[in-house]
Every structure is written in C-alpha cells, then in structure tokens.
C-alpha cells in the first residue's frame, strides 16, 4: 500500500510518477467509452478492462481518485443504424446502452465514478464552442455547422506524431462545403432532416463527435485531468481534436498523462468490424467464460498488441481453471480438518506470501505491468499447491495465504472464486468438455478429442475410457 504508480505519457513518450497516494484532492480520470450503435467487439473491451486495471490498482495502493467514462448515444453511426432499423435514434441507443452495462459487468468491470451520456450535456458542448468562437479558434459555416480551425492551434499533431501537411494531403480529412481548411473538424453539425436536433446560437443542430469528451470531462471532473485513456486507434483524429479543442480555450495541459492501451490482433491485423475479422465481446462470452477473456487479456502489457487465437483462448481458460483448482484445493483442506503446524513452517508460507505480494506491487506499480503482477500470482499458486502437502503448515497460515492469493488476484479482477458452489461450477464445465470429446470421437475428430484432453489435463482432471463411456476424476482429491 502506499506505492506511487508509474504510467507511460503517449504525448511525451516519458514515463512519469503519479503524485504519492494520500494527497488532498483525488485524481482526475477519464476514458473515452464505446459509442453504442452496436455490441462493442471484443478489442474494445481490452481498453475498458485496461482502464479497470487502473482504476483498481490506484484503490489497492491507497490513491483517491474520481473517474468518468462517456458514453456516445448521439452519432452518425446511431443516426444511421437506427434509420435502417426503422427505429428512434435514441431508442437505439439506450439498447446498447443497457447491453454494453451487461457485458461490462460480466467481465468484472467495475462501473465508473460517472457514466456520462453526450446527449445530457449538450448545453456544456455549447458553452465551450461558443468560447470557442469567441476565441478565434472555431467559426460558423453558412449552413450553421461550427468547425474547430486546426491551424490555430501549433500543438496540432503532436500528440498522435502526425504532421499537419501530411494530414491534408492525404486521405485523413474530409472537404465539406464552409470550411476554411480540409483540416478543420465540426463542433457542430448543421440540422438536417430526419436527424435529432438541439437548439444552439447557430441554428438547430447536433454536436460533434469530438466535441462531446472535451466538455463532459470538464464538465463531470474539472481540469487539468491526471489520466486520460483510449485505445490506440483514438489517438488521431479523436483524442488529437479533444486536446486542441480544450487547449485552444487557454487552460493548458487538458490532461497531465494521455495512456493508449494496444490494439488486439486477429490473424496479426487490427479486431475491427469494418473489416469483418472479429465479432462483439457478447458474441464470444456466451462460448467462453468472461473471466478467461479477462485472464487473456493479462497475458499482455497494456499498451503491446495482443493476439486473439483459438489457442490463447485455450490456454487463458487452462490458466483460469489453474488459478480456480489451486483455491478450492486450499479452500478444501482448511474446510476438512484443523492443521496445528509449526511455527517454522507457518513462518515460511507467510514470507512466501510476502515476498509475491512484493513482487505483485512492483509488477502493477511499473506502468501497470499485469504480466509481471500474474506471474508473481502464479508463484504464489505453486507454493500454495505446495503447502497443502506440508504438514507442517497450519490451517490459519493456509487460511491467511489464500486470503492473499484471492485478494491478489481481485486486484486484476479475476474472480477465483471459492466454496462449494465453485467446485460444482468447475465440475459442470468438466462433464461439458467431457461429452464434447465423446462427441469428438464418435465422428472420429480425434485430434479435436485430444486437444481437449489436454485442456482437461490442464484442468487437474484425469479421464479414462471404459466400456461404459468415459469416466473422470479430479487428480487431487477436493472437499
């Protein structure tokens, strides 16, 4: 407890100190959230879960800090699905609103401090273009549409390590009629039919895209934040236009550290569903248990990319099962008999406990390092596996080392899980996996019969194959 965080800054590319926990007011964090028109795929839930990380390694190191994540609900994409459904933009909306709140609850997210929706702020969208307009930095176009002028802002592109030359003569920009530069981005989008609209000193219309972050975050927090975050993909054009946008009012830095989290791979290309490599989070946790998802997603730095394969997702829901099968072990052995030990022998589990926790400190405190933080986990599951052997260990010291290790654990927010109602969960995924391989068989797919053989191997099952069908066992007898 009590352990400054470091985090990589993607504007300066230096790693920083966050202020000492304990300090007189709380950090300020933000992530730009899913913009609901759809079920998010699985790579945007590899940034929501980052920021999670975040979130629970400042409470467990003893940071106070105060956290908001928005939430799109007014866009083309919404505008756009929604007419095709036949349906009301915002009744579109608050559908993948309620789903994205299911899915995020499901991979053990826990919600943050504020969940801003763009269309209840839309009056503080208006304030900051009208200090805009006011400022020099943005203009009204014939129609009523507001754009940001990108070159009154040198800072352009630095964040994003884009050059603004570049960026014109390329395909990153779109013309539309009443702008002064391809470049300039809308604030403020003229009223056109069919859409839904906000009164503004410019005429009807609806906000930006960009425009929404900038104000929600000062709005919800205040300024300067201490972390803003996003997937890599957003640092240009998003977070780029959020940062000019805020700094162009004269309030500079809009955020001390800006964190990108790396994009999840399939088949080494970005997860997209403009390119139809990838389907929604939801999709994917109905196959696999979200907490294996989650467990994947540790196999990582945050900020790396990650690849999604059938096989990682075999051996992130091994390593889950692993990490489960070492908890109800210790679990059963506390449950079924009284131990007394020795005081040597309890005196070295509890340094064994130390010395992980330590490990796991430094680990997550090193810009948030969850590979190092697990592995030292991991240890600390062999020891345990271990000490259940040892007589000489005591049931308080194994009661005191699993309370670690479950705890340990929840700061990465795996769900161990203990008691009786976990081994029955586990033993029902075992007779599932069991009557996949018969299956397997019968059709003669033994290669897919000894792939999850091997799973169950993982698992601490033993099977065998008798003429009555096949039978299984735990390795280690639980109680």
């Known amino acids: 407890m009590g352990r400054p965080i470091v985090l990589h800054d993607s504007l300066t590319g230096v790693r920083s100190e966050l202020p000492a926990p304990g ?89 943050p401090d504020h969940l801003p929706k763009a269309t209840e702020h839309v009056d503080a969208m208006i304030d900051v273009i009208a200090r805009l307009i006011e400022g020099g930095a943005a203009y009204v176009a014939p129609d009523g549409s ?18 603004l030359d ?42 930006g895209w960009h425009i929404e972050c900038t104000a929600m975050a000062e709005r919800v927090l205040g300024r300067p ?62 196959q696999v248990d979200p907490m294996a998802i989650r467990m994947l997603f540790l196999q990582a730095h945050y900020a790396h990319p990650l690849s999604l394969t059938g096989d990682a997702l075999d051996g992130a829901r091994a390593a889950l099962g692993r990490v489960r099968d070492t908890a109800l072990r210790v679990h059963g052995e506390i449950r079924s008999a009284e131990r007394t030990g020795t005081p040597a022998g309890d005196l070295a589990l509890a340094q064994t406990v130390g010395r992980a926790r330590d490990a796991f ?22 020891a345990l596996n271990q000490a259940v052997a040892d007589p000489g ?3 308080d010291a194994l009661r005191r080392a699993l309370a670690a290790y479950v705890d340990l654990w929840g700061v990465l927010g795996i769900d161990v899980r203990v008691g009786q109602d976990a081994r029955q969960e586990r033993a029902a995924e075992v007779e599932h996996l069991v009557q996949a391989r018969q299956q397997a068989r019968a059709r003669r797919d033994f290669a897919e019969a000894d792939r999850i053989r ?26």
Not at 148 to 159: A, E, K, N
Not at 166 to 182: L, N, Q
Not at 361 to 382: C, E, I, M, T, V
Request: aromatic share 10%.
């Open 225 to 286: 934040l201490d972390v803003h975050g996003g997937g890599a993909d957003l640092a240009f054009p998003h977070h780029e236009n959020e940062r000019a946008q805020a700094e162009a009012l004269g309030e500079a830095p809009f955020s001390r550290r800006w964190v990108h989290m790396g994009m999840l791979l399939v088949d080494g290309t970005k997860a997209s569903k403009s390119l139809n490599n990838i389907g929604s989070f939801r999709a994917l946790r109905e």
């Open 166 to 207: 570049a960026i014109r003569s390329g395909a990153r920009v779109e013309s539309e009629p009443g702008k002064e530069d391809d470049a300039d981005f809308a604030l403020w989008k003229a009223y056109r039919p069919g859409e839904p609209w906000w009164a503004s000193p410019w005429g009807r219309g609806r906000p």
């Open 146 to 163: 507001v754009y940001f002028r990108v070159r009154s802002y040198p800072g352009y592109g630095q964040l994003s390590g884009q050059n």
């Open 393 to 395: 260990i005591g049931s």
């Open 361 to 382: 400190d430094q680990g997550l405190a090193d810009d948030l390092n969850a590979p190092a933080a697990g592995a030292s986990l991991f240890d600390l599951g062999r």
């Open 23 to 111: 300090g007189s007011e709380p950090l300020r964090l933000y992530l730009c959230g899913p913009t609901v028109y759809d079920d998010p795929h699985v790579g945007n839930f590899r940034t929501f879960v980052s920021y999670d990380i975040l979130r629970r390694a400042l409470g467990h190191f003893g940071y106070r800090f105060d956290s908001a994540m928005n939430l799109t609900d007014v866009d083309d994409k919404i505008i756009r699905r929604a007419a095709e459904q036949g349906i009301a933009p915002a009744e579109l909306a608050a559908r993948y609103e309620e789903r994205f709140l299911e899915d995020q609850a499901a991979i053990g997210i826990v919600a």
């Open 454 to 479: 091997a799973e169950l191997d993982a698992m601490g099952v033993a099977i065998e194959d008798t003429r009555d069908g096949a039978r299984w066992r735990w390795l280690e007898e639980r109680v």
